[in-house]
């Protein structure tokens, strides 16, 4: 089975504090995603990597970055925390091919900058 | 553009109900079709996935139906216990696109 796992499950930030959220997946999956997910508003695309190194934004990309250095790993970076960041964090991967594109997700993170 | 909609947004049912979940697209061009289940405050668990070319995938007591031409998709609970209860939501992926445009979800509670 996939296994897609993030580092935190929740945690709590400071206002204007760098935050790194990290995923990893251990089937050697190509396409790695960061979410955000809010009430009323469902999944939004923060950030896309469909392999080592390349990254595309995703919809609301602002206030983010992303490094993807190994291919397991993709991670997630507030480069200065702000509170309409606190939300709840997605982690996805998928293999376009032998995988037939079938998103596995995280276990979610839950950030709450005060 | 690609907008996916679940209707209705909540829904409780009895146990023993067979029920019908429904996700609407507004694209047929798409590649697949996933259905995830949510539980509160935890990641998304993939359920099926159903290809364009498909017309149904079937996991257990699930069965998911695609009629692309009406732009459809149908999640079919059997016999719905409480274990059930749960967000669904659906996923598009749009052909010639890495994008997965998702649903807001139904949220089902299943009485005892």
């Known amino acids: 089975d996939v296994k897609v796992t993030q580092s935190s499950r929740y945690l709590v930030k400071r206002t204007g504090e760098k935050v790194f959220l990290e995923c990893v997946q251990d089937?050697?999956?190509?396409?790695m995603f960061w979410y955000r997910q809010d009430p009323g508003l469902g999944l939004r695309l923060i950030y896309f990597?469909?392999?080592?190194?390349?990254?595309e934004k995703g919809d609301i990309p602002e206030g983010y970055s992303v490094s993807r250095e190994k291919k397991e790993r993709f991670s997630l970076i507030l480069e200065s925390a702000s509170t309409n960041q606190t939300s709840m964090y997605l982690c996805?991967?998928?293999?376009?091919?032998?995988?037939?594109?079938?998103?596995?997700f995280g276990p979610g993170t839950r950030l709450t900058v005060l | 553009k690609q907008e996916v909609t679940q209707i209705p947004a909540a829904l409780s049912v009895p146990e023993g109900e067979n029920l019908v979940l429904n996700c609407s697209f507004t694209d047929s061009a798409i590649y697949n079709l996933q259905w995830f289940r949510q539980d509160p405050g935890k990641g998304l668990t993939s359920l099926l996935l159903i290809q364009s070319s498909q017309r149904e995938q079937t996991s257990g007591r699930l069965n998911a139906s695609l009629d692309k031409s009406s732009g459809r998709s149908t999640l079919y609970i059997a016999a719905s216990q409480p274990g059930d209860s749960a967000t669904y939501l659906c996923?598009?992926?749009?052909?010639?696109?890495?994008?997965?445009?998702f649903g807001t979800g139904t949220r089902l509670k299943v009485l005892a």
């Open positions: 996805a991967s998928t293999h376009p091919v032998a995988g037939h594109n079938e998103q596995f």
């Open positions: 990597s469909y392999d080592v190194k390349m990254k």
């Open positions: 089937m050697d999956h190509e396409n």
């Open positions: 996923a598009v992926k749009p052909s010639g696109t890495y994008k997965y445009i």
